[in-house]
């Protein structure tokens, strides 16, 4: 029966494969004598012919299994309380999106399970419970009911950052941020261990870097225990087998140590970059990995001890997530036995006369040892030419705080020290420089550290490649990268530029007071000081700040590498002098660096206390802390150093500018007019005050000087917005056309034209503009989703084109906004006037600050509301 | 957890002829192979080396949790299994008002009187008849033309020979072809 099965459907298929002419003598002499078998192919091939293709491809190939793994939709509102903006992520087994709480009145963000995970694991409730800064907090689980039957969803906090996968996509993680966020981890996970629950799927995707206080990024763990299926067993097909503990492949249970063995491969990756196991090996238990520190040059130590263990191929073997925090936490345990000698002597010899012996027994808050040089052949004692270089201006530091002995090279060689524990035990250093030099080409290539024996933390690295003859720079720049990092106090060594070179380099310098607009001559004029004078920081700063204005003027993002590669320039040459931390400082503000700039700037006062710009920087970032105080006090410290240079009243023009106190902001752009000499940017600032206080005319005439200088789309839309302020709308029509037309992608502009055209009675062009900015407006707000201000306007725009529940949506998230800002509450009240929702607009007027006055006084979609006899109480 | 036994008596009473008790393990089975369904359905690990067929093992021993259910309770349990997918897989097409089915061969008259799914909707009620008569036919139909898997696979879950699949598939397709052109002839002379 089998073979005759297998002969017909042979013949069948055969017979299909040629023309049907030729089909009866195939199967005449294939069936020979067999009649019966002859007219059942003959059968089955007309059949086939007949039926096509019914039947054939599979319905799965049909479905849209995107959709399948996709259960909602933006703007659908499920059990009529959430309502789903959008989504936010996708992967393995669920889907988050972003949605509104409408009881809790929050943003949240809600996580279902893909098809075929509806249901969720009754332990997760346990995931309720735990409460801890680094585990995503859940709020509830729901049931939804969809097309295809009930659906568990969940509801957590909305967490902002990326995870930690799409950061290790970059890279290892630095030294600070790695053993930061690696205690986050182990912190969230023993944390939920103690609580009983297990996460089952610990990986970087479920990770996600929130930015925390002070721009620190805090590691929070999500999906705890989604895992899981309902009988506990790892998921079929769903496990991602990199994280996945040895025992768990041969169908063990999942347990505390499971999870471990994940975290595990987490640390092991954020330090070295890597896997510990090839993908597809995973840990079968034979070889092990290889410790993090052979991988990685200058690894502290305890990251092996730490990660290792929890890589253990049995689960006893592993510590618990507890233990792992532990070692982290473990502060390292140098003793320097002198100190506590020095203290006896202290007692003993008190009575005397106290300060002064104390002074001269004090151990030193820094001994920095010199570490012998790792180079072959003749590089050993080039590297050693240069530690003397170092040693001997290292011993013109100035005495004082803090205190600083150096361990010279010979004092390593004679006691045999290699390494950063025998400088601690032998030595009782508190820090080492190790040096490194490599052949190649013809060139040298420099690697040196700064580390710090007690965190093992690379206080400061630094590394270059010189030819022979500029090899003499390199002493110099290893001895700034000491004093800067350890923070010592130095006579700075003057920064010194060539005679030949200073022309230059001054006529760059003059362009930068100038104005931003100046930058491409600065930077013609910098370049050129670089080639005639290649051993000064001086030009290579110099570039620094003026790439970063050219990004400032041209938002050119390669700008701003180029700044990068000029700052490493100059901080190989001299990295601890005035000009380059202040240009460190320059590039980290604009990289969004506070924290760093800020060590920047005040390196650089102390370096150069008399230095306007080391002021006026250091002010900035005090307001942007909000140190009022302390900002206006430096504002003003800069402006007494240098009182025509025009950035100081830039910035504290800024200062009052955010705080609505135009007339003060007035008063500095005026002065920022008079000194920036080649700016229109003094110009606009001083044209947008003016509009905040009504003082349209002035301002129109302003502007439309900033204009004549350089026609940016921000000075176009400004001009606009004051003319329309002035009911001038026909006026202000084309120059919110030729803003839109410079920068597609600000939706601003196209608002306003779609204001404009409406109010001149053009109905289409109107809805057209509303309709750009809308989509302009969700693009941006894709990328930059907490920008309050573009829900804000976005909401208006779904206003105005008749999308009104959307913009109800949107703007009660907009009014989230924690500094609920001028722009969000003017988009707000446009928005409930816009939506005839008078009561609403009414409402909102009693909340704007009394700067605001002026422009609700004057809009022009305002009139109707300032006419309502509600509007003056 | 469900007790297994329930499911093996289920099994034997189903096998047997009771049709009842298929409805019932429906009702047991139906998270798990509502799951099941729903990954075979995602091809998310294209190379992953896990076939479907295996996974419906799999699936079959994690549900059973019990490696000595006979071959033949087996048999039953694949049956089902694939019932049930095909159900899932109309629901599915029925809900997003997708085209349900490859209707291509069948007779223009009849494809012009009827919508895709009220064909679609025929068919599965077709199939349900089909397997009273030849539940392996109606298994192998739900294999092939529902969840695409390949004559090998097909072959390999239901314990059938590669030739046999091709077969029984024929024969399934062609009864169902005439089952729905017989309607069509009905729709036309009640018409």
């Known amino acids: 029966m089998q073979d005759r099965d297998e002969r017909l459907m042979r013949l069948a298929a055969e017979a299909l494969q040629i023309p049907a002419a030729q089909r009866e003598i195939f199967l005449r002499a294939a069936c020979l004598q067999d009649q019966d078998l002859y007219s059942e192919v003959t059968e089955m091939v007309e059949w086939e012919e007949r039926m096509g293709g019914f039947m054939r491809d599979p319905l799965v190939g049909l479905i849209d299994l995107e959709a399948l793994d996709r259960p909602f939709k933006p703007g659908q509102v499920i059990s009529e309380r959430f309502e789903v903006l959008r989504e936010v992520g996708h992967g393995g087994m669920g889907v988050v999106y972003e949605a509104y709480d409408r009881k809790r009145e929050q943003r949240i963000a809600i996580k279902c399970a893909k098809l075929g995970y509806e249901r969720l694991s009754p332990e997760l409730r346990g995931a309720l419970k735990v409460r801890h800064p680094n585990i995503c907090l859940v709020n509830e689980i729901h049931t939804a009911s969809t097309d295809l039957g009930e659906l568990d969803f969940l509801t957590m906090e909305f967490l902002d950052g990326e995870t930690l996968l799409s950061r290790l996509s970059r890279g290892k993680l630095e030294f600070h941020e790695a053993l930061r966020l690696a205690r986050n981890l182990c912190a969230g996970l023993a944390e939920a261990h103690r609580s009983g629950v297990l996460h089952r799927d610990l990986k970087p995707a479920n990770v996600i870097l929130t930015p925390g206080k002070a721009k620190e990024s805090r590691a929070v763990i999500t999906d705890f225990g989604l895992a899981a299926d309902q009988e506990g067993n790892t998921d079929l097909i769903g496990g991602t087998p990199s994280y996945m503990a040895p025992e768990l492949k041969q169908n063990g249970q999942t347990s505390p140590a499971s999870d471990v063995y994940a975290l595990g491969v987490i640390l092991y990756e954020m330090v070295t970059g890597q896997k510990p196991f090839p993908d597809a090996a995973a840990n079968n238990g034979n070889a092990p990995a290889a410790a993090p520190g052979k991988l990685v040059k200058h690894l502290p130590r305890f990251w092996n001890d730490a990660i290792l263990p929890c890589l253990a191929t049995r689960p006893e073997r592993r510590p618990s997530a507890e233990q792992t925090l532990a070692l982290l936490d473990r502060k390292p345990l140098y003793r320097r036995p002198w100190v506590a000698a020095a203290a006896l002597v202290f007692l003993a010899a008190g009575a005397l006369s106290g300060p002064q012996i104390y002074e001269y027994l004090r151990p030193p808050d820094i001994s920095l040892a010199i570490l012998p040089v790792h180079g072959a052949g003749e590089l050993q004692g080039i590297g050693e030419g240069v530690l003397h270089g170092v040693t001997e201006r290292l011993s013109r530091v100035s005495k004082g705080k803090p205190k600083f002995l150096l361990i010279p090279l010979a004092t390593a060689q004679n006691k045999n020290v290699n390494s950063l524990e025998q400088a601690a035990s032998l030595l009782h250093a508190t820090h080492v420089l190790q040096l490194e030099l490599h052949r190649d080409g013809n060139r040298v290539a420099v690697e040196a550290a700064v580390v710090d024996l007690k965190s093992q933390a690379h206080v400061r690295d630094y590394s270059g490649s010189f030819s022979e003859a500029d090899l003499g720079d390199l002493p110099g720049g290893l001895t700034g990268a000491i004093t800067a990092s350890l923070h010592l106090k130095h006579k700075a060594a003057p920064e010194s530029i060539s005679l030949d070179a200073a022309a230059a380099y001054n006529a760059g310098r003059n362009y930068l007071r100038e104005g931003r607009y100046s930058f491409d001559q600065a930077i013609a004029q910098f370049q050129k000081a670089a080639q005639q004078d290649a051993h000064s920081p001086l030009p290579q700063a110099g570039l620094v700040e003026a790439y970063v204005s050219k990004y400032r003027v041209q938002n050119d993002s390669q700008a701003l590498e180029q700044a990068a590669v000029h700052l490493q320039k100059a901080e190989i040459l001299a990295p601890d002098s005035s000009s380059v931390r202040l240009a460190a400082a320059w590039l980290n503000i604009f990289q969004n660096k506070n924290a760093q700039a800020r060590e920047d700037c005040s390196r650089a006062l102390e370096l150069d206390p008399g230095n306007a710009q080391a002021w006026m920087l250091c002010g900035y970032l005090y307001d942007v802390e909000g140190n009022d105080n302390k900002a206006l006090e430096y504002f003003h410290k800069a402006i007494a150093l240098d009182p025509t240079y025009y950035r100081p009243y830039q910035f504290l023009g800024g200062y009052y500018l955010i705080r609505s106190q135009f007339a003060e902001a007035e008063a500095q752009y005026r002065k920022e007019v008079e000194y920036a000499l080649n700016d229109m940017d003094g110009l606009s600032d001083l044209g947008s005050v003016l509009t905040e206080q009504g003082k349209y005319t002035e301002a129109a005439g302003i502007l439309r000087k900033a204009l004549s200088i350089k026609a940016t789309p921000a000075n176009l839309n400004d001009l606009g917005a004051t003319l329309a302020f002035m009911g001038r709308d026909a006026e202000a029509l084309p120059y919110f056309q030729r803003a839109a037309a410079l920068e597609v992608s600000n939706y601003r502009y196209q608002i306003n034209i779609g204001d404009v055209e409406r109010r001149l009675g053009n109905r289409g062009a109107s809805k057209t503009a509303y309709r750009k900015g809308l989509s302009v407006t969700s693009n941006h707000l894709k990328v930059n989703a907490n920008s309050y201000q573009a829900r804000a306007y976005m909401a208006y725009t779904q206003a105005r084109l008749g999308q009104k529940v959307n913009a109800r949506l949107e703007i009660a998230q907009a009014m989230q906004s924690p500094d609920k800002d001028k722009q969000i509450l003017l988009c707000a009240i446009l928005t409930y006037e816009a939506l005839g929702d008078r009561e609403q607009a009414l409402k909102l007027v009693g909340q704007i600050p009394a700067a605001m006055k002026i422009t609700i006084e004057h809009h022009s979609d305002l009139a109707g509301l300032r006419k309502d006899l509600r509007y003056d109480k | ?191």
């Not at chain 2, 494809?111 to 539940?135: G, M």
């Open chain 2, 1 to 191: 957890m469900k007790d297994p036994r329930d499911i093996t008596l289920l099994l034997h009473k189903w096998g047997a002829g009771d049709r009842d008790a298929g409805e019932q393990l429906f009702e047991l089975l139906m998270p798990d192979l509502r799951k099941l369904a729903a990954r075979c359905l995602r091809r998310e690990h294209p190379n992953h080396s896990v076939q479907r067929s295996e996974l419906i093992n799999e699936c079959f021993l994690r549900l059973l949790n019990a490696k000595h259910i006979d071959w033949r309770d087996r048999g039953h349990f694949f049956a089902i299994v694939t019932i049930k997918m095909r159900r899932f897989l109309i629901d599915y097409a029925r809900a997003k008002k997708i085209k349900p089915l490859p209707l291509d061969g069948l007779p223009e008259g009849l494809l012009a009187r009827r919508n895709w799914l009220e064909i679609a909707v025929t068919v599965d009620t077709l199939l349900d008849e089909l397997e009273k008569e030849s539940p392996t036919k109606c298994s192998v139909v739900t294999c092939r033309s529902y969840l695409g898997l390949s004559t090998k696979e097909t072959a390999e879950t239901l314990g059938l020979t590669e030739a046999s699949v091709e077969h029984e598939w024929h024969r399934a397709r062609r009864w169902l072809y005439q089952k729905l052109s017989e309607g069509q002839c009905k729709t036309v002379t009640n018409g």
